[in-house]
């Protein structure tokens, strides 16, 4: 069977078990399990030997029947252009949260000490590192094992960001850091870390939702997701850590769509005067920041 036949095939059936992309997962699965790039598919329109048409299979099943997210089963996803490796230790990584990366790169004081809080798959820390080599950044997170894949993602994106960049033309550029250095923190919120910028996509879904959350986020760690009956309880201890580091300037949360007015209040009664909430691209409310001093 050829590639394009199959994915003709596999569509319907991940549809018909509630799968909005279901052609583009179909396409993702069976470009992993014949080892090419999706773009491939369509270029060559590979025959399946047997072996990866058994593979093909396999990936088609776990999606349809467990909903296991498509990053997971092929092992990575995209952040802000950087190819991430996912496992199940760490959430996928979402295109909202990229908002957060970019106000960001934008609002932190040059040569700043920044600390992503619960980096997971280290998304945030690596794009901002990669976005403004200015900064310090740790990564920090609860889970040993989300860092050892935070861990890795960086090294590996430091290694493609090397060779992937024409030479630098001015000896300022070539003397200048492809990425901003990240150190890795196994903490609870800030742990011993002392800076300036906060930034986080901490767990603020509330805990009575694993009722109707899709069956994807069943597979994606509950430490990640999950905090408290409002779905406020670790950005409510975050503010208050940050509000009694006086150092920290600014701080910017990722949130549930209808956290908005809470995490306001909370930033302002810390301290943090006149926080901002800002849409997604979908016009759901998604983050807040803001700064003092
Ligand atoms: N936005 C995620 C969701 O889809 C939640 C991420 C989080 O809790 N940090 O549910």
Same mark, same amino acid.
Request: hydrophobic share 50%; proline share 6%.
């Given at each position: 069977m050829r590639a394009r036949d199959l994915i003709r095939q596999?569509?319907?059936?991940?549809?018909?078990?509630?799968?909005?992309?279901? *052609?583009?997962? /179909? =396409?993702?699965l069976v470009a992993h399990a014949i080892g090419i790039e999706r773009?491939?598919?369509?270029?060559?329109?590979?025959?399946?030997?047997?072996?990866? *048409?058994?593979? /093909? =299979?396999a990936l088609l099943a776990a999606r349809a029947e467990h909903r296991i997210p498509v990053a997971q089963l092929v092992g990575a996803w995209w952040f802000d252009g950087h190819e991430l490796e996912v496992t199940a230790d760490v959430l996928v990584p979402r295109p909202e949260t990229e908002l957060l990366v970019e106000r960001t790169a934008e609002l932190a004081p040059h040569g700043a000490g920044v600390i992503d809080v619960g980096t997971g798959s280290g998304a945030i820390a690596i794009a901002l590192a990669a976005r403004r080599p200015d900064l310090t950044i740790t990564a920090s997170d609860v889970s040993e094992a989300a860092l050892a894949v935070a861990r890795r993602n960086a090294a590996a994106v430091a290694r493609a960001e090397r060779t992937s960049s024409a030479p630098p033309a001015t000896e300022e550029v070539r003397s200048a850091p492809w990425l901003a250095p990240i150190a890795f923190q196994h903490a609870s919120l800030l742990g011993a870390w002392r800076g300036e910028v906060v930034i986080s996509n901490p767990p603020y879904v509330e805990d009575d939702w694993r009722a109707q959350a899709s069956p994807e986020l069943a597979h994606e760690p509950e430490l990640a997701l999950y905090a408290g009956a409002d779905g406020l309880d670790v950005i409510r201890a975050l503010v208050a850590q940050c509000a009694a580091h006086a150092e920290v300037a600014l701080v910017l949360l990722e949130h549930g769509h209808q956290q908005g007015a809470a995490i306001r209040d909370l930033l302002a009664e810390a301290g943090f005067p006149d926080p901002i909430t800002e849409p997604d691209l979908a016009g759901h409310d998604r983050m807040t920041w803001a700064r003092r001093g």
């Amino acid at each position: 069977m050829r590639a394009r036949d199959l994915i003709r095939q596999a569509t319907p059936a991940l549809e018909a078990a509630g799968i909005d992309t279901a *052609r583009l997962d /179909a =396409e993702l699965l069976v470009a992993h399990a014949i080892g090419i790039e999706r773009s491939r598919l369509f270029l060559d329109d590979p025959e399946l030997d047997a072996a990866q *048409r058994e593979r /093909a =299979e396999a990936l088609l099943a776990a999606r349809a029947e467990h909903r296991i997210p498509v990053a997971q089963l092929v092992g990575a996803w995209w952040f802000d252009g950087h190819e991430l490796e996912v496992t199940a230790d760490v959430l996928v990584p979402r295109p909202e949260t990229e908002l957060l990366v970019e106000r960001t790169a934008e609002l932190a004081p040059h040569g700043a000490g920044v600390i992503d809080v619960g980096t997971g798959s280290g998304a945030i820390a690596i794009a901002l590192a990669a976005r403004r080599p200015d900064l310090t950044i740790t990564a920090s997170d609860v889970s040993e094992a989300a860092l050892a894949v935070a861990r890795r993602n960086a090294a590996a994106v430091a290694r493609a960001e090397r060779t992937s960049s024409a030479p630098p033309a001015t000896e300022e550029v070539r003397s200048a850091p492809w990425l901003a250095p990240i150190a890795f923190q196994h903490a609870s919120l800030l742990g011993a870390w002392r800076g300036e910028v906060v930034i986080s996509n901490p767990p603020y879904v509330e805990d009575d939702w694993r009722a109707q959350a899709s069956p994807e986020l069943a597979h994606e760690p509950e430490l990640a997701l999950y905090a408290g009956a409002d779905g406020l309880d670790v950005i409510r201890a975050l503010v208050a850590q940050c509000a009694a580091h006086a150092e920290v300037a600014l701080v910017l949360l990722e949130h549930g769509h209808q956290q908005g007015a809470a995490i306001r209040d909370l930033l302002a009664e810390a301290g943090f005067p006149d926080p901002i909430t800002e849409p997604d691209l979908a016009g759901h409310d998604r983050m807040t920041w803001a700064r003092r001093g």
